[in-house]
């Protein structure tokens, strides 16, 4: 999960946690220089590593569906990310070698849209992002969020437990999310 200065925290954290909870091993990754990172409501965290430390520690012979690359959104930290050139060269590598990308609210029009074919995915950002994506030839739905193959994509911060639980699903199945949601008492 990359974290850029300007980040929504409640996508992030709340995706973190509930990824973390399911026995996903979650890297949280600045993508600054060092590993604090203030969101957009001037909450600092503190992530895991620095992104020269992640491309130090990596290994990125191969990606695979399991491989997901985590993008929240907020802005601006939804364009502090789209203008990591590397990080985004990274992206479209490892969607090519067949990983999994997953963003919300902002990101997926601003961030997402960056990987050279959409067409025909089904995808969700916040309101007012989507022209971004209708005009890579996505299909723009409303809804809270939308896994189509390996792009999963959440509308905004309303969403944030509903895009979490998303991916822990894609990743561990249905009966692992649910476990998650019965401890966090959302069932």
């Known amino acids: 999960m990359f974290f850029a200065n300007g980040f929504e925290e409640t996508e992030a954290l709340a995706t973190a946690d ?7 091993p979650v890297k949280m990754v600045s993508v600054h220089d060092d590993k604090y990172v203030t969101s957009a409501h001037n909450v600092t965290v503190i992530t895991d590593m620095t992104y020269g430390e992640f491309k130090a520690t990596t290994d990125f012979e191969a990606s695979g569906k399991n491989d997901v690359m985590i993008f929240p959104g907020g802005m601006p930290g939804s364009t502090n990310l789209a203008a990591k050139r590397d990080l985004m060269d990274l992206m479209r590598r490892h969607y090519d070698e067949g990983g999994t990308v997953a963003a919300i609210c902002a990101a997926p029009s601003v961030v997402l849209s960056l990987l050279p074919d959409i ?4 995808m969700t950002c916040y309101d007012g992002f989507g022209d971004a994506l209708i005009g890579k030839g996505a299909e723009y739905c409303k809804e809270g969020t939308v896994t189509d193959g390996r792009i999963i994509t ?18 561990r199945g249905k009966d692992a999310a649910d476990e998650v949601r019965k401890g966090m008492l959302l069932l």
């Open 18 to 24: 509930i990824l973390k909870r399911g026995g996903v």
């Open 119 to 122: 067409s025909g995915k089904k």
């Open 154 to 171: 959440g509308r905004g911060p309303g969403f944030a437990f509903d895009f979490g639980f998303a991916i822990l699903e894609y990743l």
